[in-house]
């Protein structure tokens, strides 16, 4: 495991010698400490990339030739994949099989943004002009530097989907992972090197978001932040961002609603409510949080899947036959039973679960189902990002629409239903960036992912995502030998 930080190809302490507990989620054991850089390392990790992109080989060499180094990235990952999700269990806590999951779509990341790397060769785009004097062609190259700052939800994953495409690009990186769960990050430094990266093309540094995440959104060399995190984050990255017009993707929240139709299959419903939100410990951007059921199917569903969330198996994500780990820290831990507590005082029913005191140790809250919230509780409308749902009946397709387009949030939504037209229809009326038809949560490194209204900016994976590291630049040629004669008329 890494103590240090990645800075120009070599592992560095920082200057001050600051570090930062690592804690298992299960047991609150400190089981090592890493590296928290300060502005100082920031400044030098910027000026690394910098150089690396202005003066070094990896912007300029072919994007076959970077694939190459993509690859060996996605292989380097699968080849420690046994060890490196244990270690994301133990910083994380979630189970082993979620945690094998993600790196082995960490790994598949690096490998699709190769092949895009590939495309970009000789990617030049005609474009069609109404004047037949001049010719015009769009061509696309890498934006610069940019910095990457992820959450703790999905260490290794989430920093993939914008390290592979932004190194696909030709873009230099500082990836700043989040202070509770950095240690599979670091691994991609040694994952990098291993791959013979130029040096300063990926620069990785723990820290505080506070202090080294805010000395690099406002740092002048960066033309580039993408961000993965909470809202009120992501306002900052956007006002210091403002200074200098940097170019800003922002994955935010979500409040994502689940309607579910009283013709759909009741055991293929329960199970997709319930990997909606106890997948992860309900610790996803995506979590289809709100439950809008049909009123005739309500109280069945209702009793139904009240009686397979109690049957969770709870424990350490290490453990075999886990499925719910616990909140990735303390402060999450609070968090989310804050959020029962008010709940209640604002009249919803907890009709299961809360706070788990089965274990000595650890951060654990139980599968929790609550209803009659009202619909400006907080409960209803704010994120809790946690193993809860809210569920509540409704009576016709407009008011199952109206409720779940009612939110300031707009990054997933999901609809279920044996009648196909009725699930298109709904899927069209849903202001939100991603949409589940019989499913929910299901992602392909394939296909866009982002949020509408206030769940971000932007969108990452497939080709957008390559998008977000590219700038376009219009080359036109005269190709007329008619004289212009604007000022030289005669
Ligand atoms: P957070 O916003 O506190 O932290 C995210 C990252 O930002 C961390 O690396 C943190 O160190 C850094 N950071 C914090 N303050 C900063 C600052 N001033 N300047 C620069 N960087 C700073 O969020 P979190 O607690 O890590 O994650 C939970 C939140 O993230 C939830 O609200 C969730 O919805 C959201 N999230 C969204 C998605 C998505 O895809 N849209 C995915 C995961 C999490």
Known sequence: MQDKLFIDGQWVAPADGMTLPVIDPA?????HEIAAAGAAEADTAVKAAREAFDHGPWPRLPGKERAKYLRAMAQGIRDRLPELARMETRDNGKPLPESEWDLADA????DFY????????GEV??????????????VREPLGVAVAIVPWNYPLLMASWKVAPALAAGCTMILKPAETTSLTALELGVIADAAGLPKGVLNILSGKGSVVGQALIEHSHVDKVAFTGSGPVGSRIMAAGAKDIKRISLELGGKSPFVVFADSDIEKAVEWIMFGIFWNQGQVCSATSRVLVEAPLYPKLLERLVKEAKKIKMG???DAGTLLGPLVNKGQYEDVLRHIDRAVEQGATVVCGGKYDGFDKGFWVTPTILTDMALDSDAWVEEIFGPVVCIRPFETEEEAIRLANDSRFGLA??????DDERCERVAAAFRAGIVWINCSQPTFTEAPWGGYKQSGIGRELGRWGLDNYLETKQITRLVSDEPWAWYLKD
Request: aromatic share 8%.
């Open 114 to 121: 190769a092949d895009l790397a590939e495309e970009l060769d």
């Open 316 to 318: 350490n994500g290490l």
């Open 413 to 418: 939504a999901a609809v279920m239903s044996a």
């Open 125 to 138: 785009e005609e474009v069609k002009l109404g004047d037949a004097r001049f010719i015009s062609k769009a």
């Open 27 to 31: 047991t609150e054991e400190v089981f």
């Open 107 to 110: 790994a598949g990341c690096f």
